[in-house]
């Protein structure tokens, strides 16, 4: 059985960095899901792949948890944030490129 481990991004709603400090191991679903032909909802027959997510505080102690228990792993790192610095002043400033209109 294949594991991701992974640090979660933010959420689209959130602006700040809440909950994106640990690391997630997760595991890749062995089979592909099917729709249920009475209801349309989708299901698979494996449950440790959409149920089991074990959080942890650090990468390492993720990594050392899957290999103390033999578990295959895939290490994915987060990309840095591209930080755009605006301030509100810039709307108004004398050298701006564009034209500032409503």
């Given at each position: 059985m294949l594991a991701r481990i992974f640090s979660p991004a933010r959420t689209a709603m959130q602006s700040g960095?809440?909950?994106?400090?640990?690391?997630?191991?997760?595991?890749?679903p062995?089979?592909?899901?099917?729709?249920?032909?009475?209801?349309?909802w989708t299901q698979t027959g494996d449950t440790s792949s959409s149920?089991?997510?074990?959080s942890f505080d650090s990468k390492d102690e993720a990594v050392r948890y899957a290999e103390s228990h033999g578990i295959a792993f895939q290490l994915f790192d987060p990309k840095p944030a591209k930080r755009i610095l605006?301030?509100?002043a810039d709307n108004f400033a004398f050298?701006?490129?564009?034209?500032?209109?409503?």
């Open positions: 960095r809440a909950k994106t400090a640990g690391w997630v191991l997760e595991f890749e062995s089979d592909a899901r099917r729709q249920d032909p009475l209801m349309g149920q089991i997510k074990l605006k301030a509100y050298g701006r490129r564009t034209p500032w209109t409503h």
